[in-house]
């Protein structure tokens, strides 16, 4: 019975690999991945772009800047208080849906900071005459705005509050990079006002997308994700359960596409993903992609984790990587001995981390 359930994890980790366009990279745009997957978690800038490079046929890092730059990938706070890559199609719903949620979460801090309706109201009006004209400015220069008018911004916590709840109200969004710095703009001039979906559209939208893109998932998974209340998740997936099949593993309910398509790895095949990865974060219960075992070992890291080394659908540790002009250097950290042909899948993967940030490897 206990290897009939590991047998039917594995299964559920190599669907959700394809499903997620990993194991099946046939996207050619930036926007592809990011409208299929409806949202992908980017507070590690470096690490998102991997996470759609990884999804991309051939795709380089300067790729994904371009698509940032030229605005067909934004990035703003949505679903939960992080940030996420979101299409300009796709932002206008999906604040709806998710920033009354999110600002439930923030209530305490909002109330915490001192930032009540009237602040967030002048806050607003102040980013909107700054950036208004086509302007795209940095959060220092806005700090500076929002201080000619009166507004407290002293310390870094206050300004990215008012600046996410800006996020969030749909007043700006990402702006092109300006060097390393980032840049916000007005959402109205970076994305011209386009189709919008009433509420329940919106909820019924966004579990489509997320139980074709990363089933075999749990109702509670797609409410972990979406930071939704478990209600709405369960009223997402009873809207969109004809398109989807269902099997129950180990007492749970798993939803998903019903035309998984084939993918022909060989096995052992190895994957160098980001923490922020949606194969991490695109679920509540991750006992599919990891043992008991190696959960342990994967918790006792805390804050030291960093990137995720994943054979076969299964996450056996970690990876690092150090860049300097002319090469990057790539150290695996694994949680077993791999055998010749599993470091043979690595040493791949390195190979092809190296090909998206157009360096020299050094493996290790």
């Excluded at 394809?18 to 990011?34: C, K, M, R, S, Y």
């Excluded at 890559?85 to 604040?95: G, K, N, Y």
Aim: hydrophobic fraction near 45%; glycine fraction near 6%.
């Amino acid at each position: 019975m206990l290897e009939d359930l590991r047998e039917a994890f594995l299964d559920i980790a190599l669907q959700r690999l394809i499903n997620q366009h990993i194991a099946l990279a046939t996207f050619e745009q930036p926007g592809d991945v990011v409208k299929w997957l409806g949202a992908v978690q980017a507070q590690d800038y470096a690490g998102a772009k991997w996470a759609l490079g990884l999804r991309l046929k051939g795709a380089t890092d300067d790729d994904i800047d371009q698509a940032f730059a030229n605005g067909s990938i934004l990035r703003t706070h949505l679903l939960r208080p992080t940030w996420h890559f979101v299409t300009p199609a796709d932002i206008r719903w999906m604040l709806v849906l998710t920033a009354p949620r999110v600002h439930a979460v923030n209530a305490y801090m909002y109330r915490k900071l001192e930032l009540d309706a009237a602040i967030f109201k002048r806050s607003h009006a102040a980013l909107t005459k700054a950036l208004r004209g086509g302007q795209t400015l940095t959060r220092d220069e806005l700090r500076n705005a929002l201080q000619k008018t009166g507004i407290a911004v002293d310390g870094e916590l206050r300004m990215g509050y008012l600046m996410m709840r800006a996020e969030l109200d749909g007043i700006v969004c990402s702006g092109p990079r300006r060097g390393k710095q980032f840049t916000y703009a007005l959402l109205d001039e970076r994305v011209p006002q386009g189709k919008t979906l009433e509420r329940e559209e919106a909820l019924v939208e966004l579990a489509r997308r997320y139980f074709l893109s990363r089933g075999p998932a749990t109702v509670q998974d797609f409410a972990r994700w979406s930071g939704l209340t478990a209600a709405d998740a369960r009223s997402g997936l009873e809207a969109v359960r004809v398109q989807l099949q269902h099997e129950v593993v180990g007492n749970q309910s798993y939803w998903f596409s019903p035309s998984t398509p084939y993918s022909n790895d060989s096995s052992p095949t190895a994957y160098l993903l980001s923490i922020y990865d949606e194969y991490i974060s695109g679920y509540k219960d991750r006992s599919a992609m990891v043992g008991q075992t190696h959960a342990a070992k994967l918790s006792a890291l805390g804050n030291a984790l960093s990137y995720i080394v994943v054979i076969d659908g299964q996450i056996l540790g970690t990876w690092k990587r150090s860049i300097t002009k002319s090469a990057v250097a790539i150290e695996a950290n694994c949680f077993k001995r791999l055998t010749k042909r599993e470091q043979h899948a690595v040493a791949l993967a390195a190979q092809r981390y190296a090909r998206f940030v157009d360096l020299q490897l050094k493996f290790a």
